[in-house]
């Protein structure tokens, strides 16, 4: 083989892997929510307080777009808009109520996985697959950042 076949044959490993977990795990706390929705909503659950300009920013998305994407995650409680009192053009994103219950959920499936699944790999074996991730990130990152040029 070669290095192509093994990095598709890896890549379908991985997709497989995560599509099973998906299925079998984390549907039951879909909640409805589209892929772009809950990007968001991820991102504002790991920054914690955001501005929706830097969302915008983060995705790659149009202003409008993300705030009809806000909007949507705020009338069902997922998020909380708040104006900026230092810069009353400026809107902050938190989290809602909702949307702490759902990533507390989200955080007891993913422990679940860990334990039951990649605490199998010997903690060697988990090093080196985040450090092979680190890596690729690495080139990629970097390669990404030449095309800004």
Known sequence: MNQAAYIKEAVSIFNSINSHLLKHHFAKLNHDIPPKQFMIMKY???VKKTKI?????????SMSSVSQLVKKLESDGFVTRSINPDNR??????LGDKGEDYFKE???VDQYIMDHYYAQLS?????????IARKLQGIVMDDSQGDDE
């Open 106 to 108: 989200y955080e007891r």
């Open 53 to 61: 300009q830097d969302v915008a920013e983060q995705f790659d998305l």
């Open 44 to 46: 504002v659950y790991e």
């Open 123 to 131: 903690i060697e074996e988990t090093k080196q697959m985040r450090d």
């Open 89 to 94: 053009r400026e809107t902050f994103l938190t």
